[in-house]
């Protein structure tokens, strides 16, 4: 599957960024969808000024989703659009259940996020905190980071993806590589500008040891050249993490010239400015 987005534009009204795309009401764990579960993250956006959501619970947990209950929540809160999505990642035993999970259900879903959270050691994601740090120890970091990348460009190709979530989440323990980062990313940079796919800005690299936005400056920069766009996103475990640090955010998207977050309706693309 081939994933080319169509692009409309729209203007912007009301808040200062509109949208949270990826977030995670089952809370890593196979929680069926229901009203209960996730109105509390639609009044939560509400009360921020969101008016576009989009659920990316791992794939791992997609016996949960529970398409016909997005349907009833849409209607009964028609002032929020409300996007089905999934957060597809590598992980080596149950990624291939995931991957065969959204080709069956592609249409269904408005968003696909794709994530790398697997290194060398199946059992374990490296980016759990502190115990994946283990997982740089004696290593030379610069290869870790190819390696990385090299898994987020097998992931990209699979066609299945519409947007990249927490780019360079590679340095959440704060391991930082001796070469410049330009040359370890401009390859898969270059990819997701070929494959038309977005960027996410994620908030969550500020609550993790790294204390820096997903991705880098040096990478938001490197991506507007290429004319790559971006989402928003929190990467919320909880309603209350909804939208988290987002003036702070608003703040980096300004100082870099980031005047457009993109939407996604049926893997449809719209921007919206700012």
């Not at 999934?86 to 259940?97: A, C, R, V």
């Not at 993806?161 to 959440?172: Q, R, S, T």
């Not at 410049?180 to 960027?199: F, G, H, P, S």
């Not at 702070?248 to 693309?269: A, I, S």
Request: hydrophobic content about 35%; overall charge negative; glycine content about 6%.
């Amino acid at each position: 599957m081939v994933n080319v987005s169509a692009e409309t534009n729209s203007t912007l009204g009301g808040s200062t960024l509109p949208a949270d795309y990826h977030t995670h009401p089952q809370g890593h764990r196979i929680q069926r969808y229901t009203r209960e579960l996730l109105q509390p993250w639609v009044d939560a956006a509400q009360r921020k000024g969101i008016d576009d959501i989009a659920f990316t619970d791992h794939d791992r947990f997609h016996a949960g989703i529970d398409f016909d209950e997005l349907d009833r929540l849409r209607e009964s809160n028609p002032k929020i659009s409300i996007r089905a999505g999934i957060e597809l990642d590598n992980d080596p035993e149950t990624g291939g259940q995931g991957r065969k999970w959204v080709e069956d259900n592609w249409d269904g879903l408005d968003f696909v996020l794709g994530s790398v959270h697997y290194l060398d050691n199946p059992k374990q994601m490296f980016d759990t905190v502190p115990e994946g740090a283990e997982q740089f120890s004696g290593r030379y970091i610069d290869e870790v980071y190819l390696d990385y990348f090299a898994r987020l460009r097998s992931l990209i190709e699979t066609g299945l993806v519409d947007c990249l979530a927490h780019f360079d989440l590679i340095k959440i323990h704060g391991h930082r590589p001796q070469r410049e980062i330009a040359a370890l990313v401009d390859e898969t940079l270059q990819l997701v500008a070929n494959r038309n796919l977005a960027i996410e800005l994620s908030t969550a690299g500020w609550r993790k040891p790294v204390n820096e936005l997903y991705p880098s400056d040096e990478i938001i920069k490197m991506a507007v050249e290429k004319g790559i766009p971006f989402t928003v996103a929190s990467d919320a475990h909880s309603s209350a993490q909804l939208g988290d640090k987002y003036a702070q955010l608003k703040k980096k998207m300004d100082e870099l010239g980031v005047t457009q977050v993109c939407n996604y309706d049926k893997h449809r693309r719209t921007m919206r400015e700012l």
